[in-house]
């Protein structure tokens, strides 16, 4: 019986370090993605918002929005300039067409 108990309990120590051990490994790994995630996201959303297709569909939107600017009146035209505004903020001016950044410019 000794020697039984003996083999068992090597046999939980084993494990028990096995576990130890991935938990370490784990642990690490974590605390590494919790100080590296928030760069590599900024970083992923800045490639992004210079992308071709980012920008190609905010110019699309705010195109939308200046005919709908054009077309409104009263407070709904106050809205859309406002909109325009705020969507006109999040893309680079040089990446609008000269049309587009003039009647932004107009707006402010």
């Given amino acids: 019986m000794g020697r039984n108990l003996k083999l068992a309990l090597w046999a939980l120590g084993g494990l028990a370090a096995i576990w130890l051990a991935a938990n370490l490994l784990f642990g690490a790994n974590l605390l590494s993605y919790r100080f590296w995630a928030p760069q590599v996201r900024d970083a992923q959303r800045e490639v992004f918002e210079r992308s071709q297709s980012y920008v190609q569909g905010k110019i699309s939107h705010l195109t939308r ?13 106050e809205a859309f300039r406002r909109e325009i505004l705020v969507e006109a903020s999040t893309v680079h001016p ?4 000269a049309a587009l950044r003039d009647y932004i410019a107009q707006l402010r």
Avoid at 65 to 77: D, I, K, T, V
């Fill in 65 to 77: 929005l200046q005919l709908a600017h054009e077309g409104a009146q009263g407070p709904q035209r």
């Fill in 94 to 97: 040089d990446d609008l067409p």
